[in-house]
């Protein structure tokens, strides 16, 4: 759209300025541009094995971990927000020390009791299904000293704070690998549900170093579900991870992680909100409508929800598992969420 003539509209261009109807439209709805996608877990898996035989851990640079970032057709990441990708480490490998302002946190696809990311000086184990928090500015490694192929997802706030933002701070550590100078559970025992009386002042202004395991959020999950609790109609049993230093939720300052449960024959009304979804299958089998797409998933695939796009889940199996990424936290700081819902 131009009131201009072309004459006129290109020597304001030269003077570096433009007429504000010419930038409306990004400022009035959210980018229509980005499509729902689903990455299937066989698709995945091949471009792993893949890159774990073309590019051995010891030839990248210290910084770079080996993975795949899942695209969201329409841009060149998963969202405007929040990034996701599935890395592998082989046994024997590591995965260097580094630290950055952008704050991160991995859900494990294959892992054992083996396989470690290394914390501010503690290791935590990494087994299916459990979520370990590297919180902004905390070096971590990885440290595969098992004989399987370890495998997880990594998110992190990376598009805000770098391309958004344009103030990612990247370091790495001295050494190759940090020094494992803490007792597993240390962080569990200054953070978690019993806590030193006297001293608990925390130097982490996120959330701390911190690993969820599965065995204990599938027992809430279900237990909450057994009795009734946390049903959102819009989301299923819908129980969200808590900054364990706080007990509040967000778990993180800018990411929002939540699991959601479908029972059998369990579907989801129908909402859409401005704020990104990045959703992994943590167990079983069903569909999502998105826009007019339909996104049919199972275990270890991964699927976007682009914002502004209306939205619905149904289970095809017994139970489904859904692990749930959002930027929300982000919007609600700033007052910029909106929703809107179906059959309210
Ligand atoms: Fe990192
Ligand atoms: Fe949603």
Redesign the pocket.
């Known amino acids: 759209m131009s009131y201009l003539t072309e004459e006129s509209r290109e020597a304001i261009d030269d003077r570096n300025l433009r007429t504000m109807w010419d930038v409306h439209d990004q400022w009035s709805s959210p980018d229509t541009d980005l499509e729902p996608y689903l990455w299937e877990w066989e698709d995945i898996e091949a471009s792993l094995r893949t890159i774990e035989e073309e590019a051995p851990l010891e030839d990248l640079p210290q910084g770079i ?1 080996r993975s795949l970032a899942l695209r969201t057709p329409g841009s060149d990441i998963t969202s405007s927000t929040i990034a996701a990708f599935y890395q592998t480490v082989t046994p024997g490998e590591v995965a260097g020390a ?3 302002n ?1 704050g ?1 946190f991995r859900f494990v696809v294959e892992g054992n009791d083996k396989m470690y990311t290394v914390v501010e000086g503690e290791e935590f184990p990494m087994e299916p299904g459990d979520l370990i928090l ?1 919180p902004n500015w905390t070096y ?1 490694d990885h440290e595969n000293q098992s004989d399987e192929t370890a495998v997880w997802v990594d998110v ?1 706030d990376w598009p805000f704070i770098g391309s958004a933002l344009g103030a990612p701070i990247f370091d790495n550590h001295k050494e190759f690998e940090q020094p494992v100078d803490k007792e597993q559970g240390y962080y569990n025992s200054q953070f978690g549900t019993m806590r030193p009386a006297n001293d608990n002042a925390s130097r982490f202004r996120d959330t701390p170093p911190y690993r969820f395991s599965w065995e204990e959020t599938y027992d809430v999950l279900t237990t909450a579900a057994d009795n009734d609790q946390a049903y959102d109609p819009y989301n299923g049993v819908n129980m969200e991870y808590v900054n364990p230093e706080t007990g509040q939720g967000p778990v993180m300052s800018t990411i929002a992680l939540r699991q959601q449960m479908l029972r059998d024959g369990d579907s989801t009304k129908t909402h859409k909100h401005n704020t990104s979804e990045i959703y992994y299958v943590v167990k079983g089998a069903g569909k999502t409508e998105v826009g007019d797409e339909t996104l049919e998933w199972s275990e270890k695939d991964s699927f976007v929800v682009p914002p502004g796009k209306w939205h619905s889940h149904e289970t095809t199996a017994d139970e489904s598992v859904l692990f749930a990424m959002s930027d929300r936290p982000i919007f609600d700081a700033f007052n910029l969420y909106h929703e809107e819902r179906k059959d309210e």
Do not use: P
Request: aromatic share 0%.
């Open positions: 971990r580094h630290r950055h952008v991160a590297t971590h992190l």
